[in-house]
């Protein structure tokens, strides 16, 4: 293929293998955990300290974790491909800026980063949060997590959809096609003239929306797809 623009749509499936579990699969999060409690805005009213026990935990386990092969050969594709390379992730790890990646969008937020409830104001975020802590703009004690919960807008949503307007290719990796709007990328992304790709561990939820399908580990089947890419 010519040297076209290219976005990346990523989920829990890519960070797997680097020991953060997914959501959906069998012994996934939210088979262990109740997302009403934990990942609503409802839920962050009722019981703060509770969810930000819940987003402390998840921020050390991403901490520990590394990058992986796939993380890393999606660097790879954005250093050595001559059109633009943009990585939507819905993961609130930071894995695929500790590779490499730089043109990077989290529309489902970042456990690295935190938000004042009240003003807006974003800052990094501590490796504990608590609900007494004070926003460093406002002073008031009404700072969560910068994710974005069940009933929330994702973020970056013009800039997504005026990159599908842009890609000769949308590949989805590691997704399971089960939470819109990121689910129906590959259709918008088709309808506008893109190719689409899936690679994931087992077809998804979204497979009939791609034209060309590869399932195995991410580890495997994505550098193996970036190496054919940059030839
Ligand atoms: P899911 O847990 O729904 O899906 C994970 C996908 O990864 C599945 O399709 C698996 O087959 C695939 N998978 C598992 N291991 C893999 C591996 N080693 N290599 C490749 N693929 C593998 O996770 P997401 O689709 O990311 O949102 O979930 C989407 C959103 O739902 C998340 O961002 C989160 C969640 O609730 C919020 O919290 C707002």
Known sequence: MSAGNIVILTGAGISAESGLGTFRDKGGLWENVALEEVATPEAFARDPARVHGFYNSRRKGA???????????????????????LVVTQNVDNLHSRAG?????????ALHRAR????????????????EDPCP??????????????GEMPHHMHEIFTALAAAELFVAIGTSGAVYPA?????????????????????SDVICDFDDARHGPATRVVPDWVAEMLG
């Open 63 to 85: 901490a520990r974790a590394a990058p992986n092969a796939a993380h890393d050969a999606l660097a790879r594709l954005e250093r050595g491909w001559a059109g633009e390379v």
């Open 101 to 109: 990646t730089t043109n990077l969008l989290h529309m489902h937020g």
């Open 116 to 131: 004042c409830a009240g003003c807006d104001h974003k800052w990094d975020a501590p490796a504990v949060m608590a609900p």
């Open 137 to 150: 703009s406002c002073a008031a004690p009404s700072t969560r997590p910068d994710i974005v919960w069940f």
């Open 183 to 203: 689910a129906g990328f590959a259709a918008e992304a088709r309808r506008l003239g893109a190719r689409t790709l899936e690679l994931n561990l087992a077809p």
